[in-house]
């Protein structure tokens, strides 16, 4: 026991002092996610992680059926470090961003390194900012945390594979960013189709079709998306209804075919004739693409 206890004042400031300089806790946002942000994070790019995820609930809310409610977002920490290595935990391979857990695959894991190099991209010429390309990547994995929690992606289970869960996850958040005014769809449209040529447009679509494809799927997943969602009756609503039907066990083409009214080995069929004018006439491909026979019959 002190025999000079010291002053209140002192006390008050010994404890303010003690507050400012301790390490922050994970924070429940809002909705209901767990943040664990690193120190050394910028506030600015914490906002960023923050208004992405935000922007993809509203979109969600909006046209696809719900978003993830509150009780399931409790249960997911978001990750944001400064390290510039990646994710470098337990099957993250050093992604700049990714969505799915090892430790838990039932719950998808949101992480994001700000200070890697692929994050702050140079948008100059795409028609958006950097800020907003950001936002388009935290968009993309809360797409990812989506289908996880409909039950239709883990980072062991992957039915739908590449061009599907990277077209779906690339199409929706270009199609949220849109819908809230951060870019035109036209420009989204056109940097794409830039992207899906070459190694995405050199074989047929089938060989995106599981998780070991000759490369990344998100463009050419995206145009094969677009020209869906555009002509299917269920319209958005079918990436909902295909990440249900997989849930429910129903095989990929049987899923495909509910959800977009349309059989998978006819869409592979005329996409490959598309794919076909993609890499003879390029700069007048997009607006050459055919209409979709045989859908919502």
Request: hydrophobic share 45%; glycine share 10%.
């Amino acid at each position: 026991m002190l025999s000079h206890p010291l002053p209140p004042a002192v006390i008050r400031q010994a404890w303010l002092l003690f507050l400012l300089l301790a390490p922050a806790p994970a924070l429940a946002a809002e909705g209901g996610f767990v943040f664990d942000i690193a120190d050394d994070v910028p506030f600015r790019q914490a906002a960023i992680i923050r208004e992405g995820l935000e922007i993809a609930e509203d979109y969600m809310e909006k046209v696809l059926g719900g978003a993830m409610p509150p009780e399931f977002q409790a249960r997911i920490i978001a990750k944001v470090e400064a390290t510039g290595e990646g994710n470098q935990e337990q099957g993250g391979g050093g992604g700049v961003a990714t969505a799915l857990s090892v430790t838990d695959p039932s719950v998808p894991r949101l992480y994001f390194d700000v200070a890697n190099a692929q994050w702050d991209q140079n948008s100059q010429g795409r028609g958006w900012t950097t800020r907003t390309d950001n936002l388009k990547t935290v968009v993309h994995e809360y797409t990812h945390g989506w289908q996880c929690w409909l039950g239709a992606l883990t980072i062991y289970r992957q039915p739908l594979g590449n061009w599907m869960n990277e077209g779906l996850a690339e199409f929706v958040a270009y199609s949220a960013l849109a819908d809230s005014g951060k870019l035109k769809k036209s420009d989204a449209d056109r940097f794409v189709f830039n992207g899906a040529r070459g190694a995405e447009t050199a074989v047929p679509l089938q060989r995106f079709g599981t998780t070991q494809s000759p490369a990344w799927a998100g463009h050419v997943g995206y145009l094969a998306i677009d020209w869906l969602v555009s002509e299917s009756p269920n319209g958005m609503l079918s990436l909902r209804i295909i990440a249900s039907e997989i849930d429910a066990g129903r095989p990929v083409a049987a899923a495909f075919a509910t959800a977009f009214n349309i059989e998978l080995e006819s869409f592979y069929e005329q996409f490959e004739v598309w794919r076909t004018i993609i890499v003879n006439d390029s700069g007048n491909a997009l607006r050459r693409r055919p209409a979709l026979v045989n859908i919502g019959e």
